[in-house]
C-alpha cells in the first residue's frame, strides 16, 4: 500500500472509471443496435430449406435475445449504482451508498460470469461454420455475434465504474473522446459484420451489353469456333440450353451465356467455393424461356434466379415458387408449372409475379396423363381422351396472360386394343411435336411457336411417324409397309403439304441412318457415322438431292449428338454419357 494519503485520494478521484464507463454505454447501446439489425432488418438465413436444421434457424434469434437480456440487466444495474453515487453526492450517506455498491459489484459479476457462460454455451464457432458451408451467408448471423461481442465488452468496462466507489469528473473533451473511442469497435463491427455477411463477395459475375438479331444460316457453312467446355469432373452432368441467338453452360458453378454466331462468352454468374459450401447450382434445372427472354436457375439452399437473356442482368430471386416440386416446370418457353392435380400455375419470368392459376381439368380428360407445355405465346394442355374409335388427342390452348381458354381441338387417334399414349416434345426451334400410336398408325400434332391452336398442323400415318427436325419446314419420317427405304419428307409449316422427299435411296446404307437431324432454310443437314467417323451430310431440300458432304471430328468419349439452330449458326453439340465431356462447334 502507498504510505501517502494524498496519492490514494488523487487515484480515488481518477476519471478513468467514468470514461470507461461511457465507453462501454456506447458499446452496449451498439451493441443493441445490431440486435435489433439481425432480428428485425436484415435478410433472414434461408434455412427453411432444410427441415434438419432448426436449431440453426433460431440461432441468431437466441444470441439476440440474450444479448438484449444482457444489456438490459448492465444497464440496469449501472442506473442503480449511479443513481446512489448521485445520491451520495448531494446527501452525504456513505454507509447505504456503499451497500448499494458493493450489491452493484456482485451483481455485475454475476452477469459478467453468465454472460460469458451463455457465449460458451451457444456453441456459436461451430454453429457458424455449420451455417456458411450449407447456406448462403446473410448479415443475420455475423451482426447477432457482433453484438454479443459488444455487450459483452461493455458490460465489463461498466463494471468498472461500478466497482469504484469515488471518482471525479472528467472534462467534456475526455467525455467526447471516449465516446468517439466506444463509436469506433461499433462501427468497426458492424462493417465486418456486413462483410461476413454479403453474399456477393462470393459471387463472379459478368453482364453484357444488348445484343444484335442475326439470321441463322440457310445451309451448312464451314466450322467457325470449336469449344470445349470444362467440366468439373467430380460434378458432372452439366448441361446446355439453347436461347435463340446463343446457348447457356448450366454447371454447378453457375451459368454462362456464349454468343450464338462465334461461341464467345457474352456474360456468367458463378458461385466461388462451391466445393467448401452447399450452395450450388442445380444444372438440370436450368431452363430458357425464349418467351420471355430469361434464363431460370435454381441453387441449393438459396433458391431460384432468373438472369436477363441477352445481358445476363439479375431480374429476380425467390425462395420459393407456386410448384409440388421442381421437376413440375412446364417444358417450353414460357414459365409456368403444373401440379400433380393438372392445374396450371403461370409466373412472369421477368419479375416472378404469379399471374394466374387454371383451374383443375374437369372434362373426360381429368383421368389420364396430361401433358402440359408452352409455345412463345400460350400454353398447351395435351391428354388423349375417350375409348376406342372415338379416342381422341385433346388439346387445350389457355392463354399466356390470362389463363383464360382460348381454343380446344380433338385430333382422332381412334384405338380399339391399345390405349393411346401420348407423348410430347418441344423442340429447340419452339414447335411443340405431340404424338400419339393407335391401332390405326400414328398421328402427331405440332403446334407453331407462335400461331394459335387453329393453325395446328396434324400428321397422321398408317406406319410409324416422326418429326425429324422442324424449322422454317419440317421433316417428318413416314414410314409404311413394303418401303425398302424408309422416307423423309419436307412438309410445309403452314399447312403440312409435301413439298420434297429426300432421295435417301440413293446413297450409302450407313449414310441413311442419322445421329442428329437439322432443317436449315434451304438444306437438310445429316450427321452420320461409319468405321468410327463422322459426316455432315447434306440435303437439298427444294429437290431432295444430296448435296456436299464433310467429315467432322467429334470427342471419342462421344454418346450424344445434337443440332440446333441459332443466330449466325449451326451447331452440333456433343457430350458423353454423364456430360463429363461436352464440345460445342459451330457452322456457319
Not at 218 to 237: H, I, K, S, T, Y
Not at 422 to 429: K, P, T
Not at 454 to 476: F, K, M
Request: proline share 6%.
Amino acid at each position: 500500500m502507498s504510505s501517502d494519503p494524498s496519492i490514494d485520494r488523487a487515484r480515488s478521484r481518477s476519471p478513468l472509471p467514468i470514461l470507461a464507463g461511457v465507453v462501454g454505454a456506447v458499446l452496449l447501446v451498439g451493441g443493441v443496435a445490431l440486435a435489433l439489425y439481425s432480428q428485425f432488418f436484415a435478410a433472414p438465413i434461408p434455412v427453411p430449406f432444410d427441415d434438419d436444421y432448426p436449431k440453426a434457424r433460431d440461432f441468431p434469434f437466441h444470441l439476440v435475445r440474450g444479448t438484449l437480456l444482457l444489456a438490459g440487466t448492465v444497464a440496469l444495474i449501472g442506473a442503480v449504482v449511479l443513481g446512489a453515487a448521485v445520491l451520495n453526492r448531494r446527501h452525504r450517506v456513505d454507509e447505504r451508498t456503499t451497500g448499494i455498491t458493493a450489491g452493484g459489484v456482485l451483481a455485475m459479476v454475476a452477469v459478467l460470469i453468465g454472460g460469458i457462460a451463455f457465449a460458451v454455451t451457444a456453441h456459436i464457432p461451430s454453429t457458424y461454420q455449420r451455417l456458411t458451408s450449407t447456406f448462403a451467408v446473410t448479415p443475420r448471423v455475423p451482426s447477432a455475434i457482433a453484438a454479443l461481442v459488444l455487450v459483452l465488452l461493455g458490460a465489463a468496462l461498466v463494471f468498472v465504474l461500478v466497482a469504484t466507489p469515488t471518482v471525479a469528473r472528467p472534462r467534456v473533451a475526455a467525455l467526447a473522446t471516449a465516446v468517439v473511442v466506444g463509436v469506433v469497435p461499433v462501427l468497426g463491427a458492424a462493417g465486418i459484420a456486413a462483410r461476413l455477411g454479403d453474399d456477393t463477395t462470393s459471387i463472379d459475375r459478368a453482364t453484357a451489353g444488348p445484343g444484335q438479331e442475326t439470321a441463322a444460316p440457310a445451309v451448312l457453312g464451314p466450322e467457325r469456333f470449336r469449344l470445349r467446355l470444362p467440366v468439373d469432373p467430380d460434378q458432372p452432368n452439366a448441361r446446355i440450353i439453347t436461347t435463340g441467338n446463343g446457348f447457356v453452360v448450366s454447371t454447378r458453378d453457375g451459368v454462362t451465356s456464349h454468343d450464338g454466331a462465334t461461341g464467345t462468352e457474352r456474360w456468367h454468374y458463378r458461385r466461388l467455393g462451391v466445393r467448401s459450401d452447399n450452395v450450388g447450382n442445380v444444372p438440370k434445372e436450368t431452363v430458357a424461356l425464349r418467351g420471355e427472354n430469361a434464363v431460370l436457375t435454381y441453387w441449393e439452399k438459396r433458391g431460384w434466379l432468373a438472369f436477363d437473356t441477352v445481358t445476363g442482368e439479375l431480374l429476380w430471386t425467390a425462395t420459393d415458387l407456386p410448384a409440388d416440386d421442381r421437376g413440375s416446370i412446364v417444358r417450353g418457353n414460357l414459365l409456368a408449372f403444373v401440379s400433380h392435380y393438372g392445374t396450371v400455375t403461370r409466373v412472369d419470368a421477368r419479375t416472378g409475379r404469379t399471374l394466374w392459376t387454371s383451374p383443375q381439368e374437369s372434362s373426360a380428360c381429368a383421368g389420364t396423363v396430361q401433358h402440359v407445355v408452352a409455345t412463345m405465346t400460350a400454353i398447351y394442355r395435351v391428354a388423349s381422351c375417350g375409348h376406342g374409335d372415338e379416342t381422341a388427342v385433346a388439346v387445350t390452348e389457355l392463354d399466356a396472360e390470362s389463363g383464360e381458354i382460348l381454343g380446344w381441338r380433338a385430333f382422332p387417334a381412334p384405338s380399339r386394343r391399345l390405349p393411346c399414349y401420348v407423348e410430347v416434345q418441344v423442340l429447340d426451334s419452339g414447335y411443340v411435336w405431340t404424338t400419339c400410336r393407335h391401332d390405326g398408325g400414328v398421328t402427331d400434332v405440332l403446334l407453331s411457336p407462335s400461331a394459335p391452336l387453329a393453325s395446328a398442323l396434324v400428321v397422321s400415318s398408317e406406319g410409324h411417324s416422326g418429326v425429324l427436325a422442324a424449322g422454317n419446314d419440317i421433316l417428318a419420317s413416314p414410314s409404311l409397309p413394303g418401303d425398302p427405304v424408309r422416307r423423309w419428307e419436307i412438309l410445309s409449316a403452314a399447312d403440312g403439304t409435301r413439298t420434297a422427299e429426300l432421295d435417301r435411296a440413293s446413297v450409302e446404307e450407313h449414310a441413311r441412318f442419322t445421329y442428329a437431324t437439322a432443317v436449315l432454310a434451304d438444306q437438310v443437314v445429316t450427321v452420320t457415322r461409319q468405321h468410327n467417323a463422322y459426316t455432315l451430310r447434306t440435303w437439298d431440300k427444294r429437290t431432295g438431292l444430296p448435296g456436299p458432304a464433310q467429315p467432322v471430328t467429334v470427342p471419342s468419349e462421344t454418346a450424344a449428338l445434337r443440332w440446333t439452330t441459332l443466330g449466325g449458326s449451326l451447331v452440333l453439340i456433343a457430350t458423353d454419357r454423364d456430360y463429363r465431356e461436352i464440345e460445342v462447334i459451330g457452322f456457319g
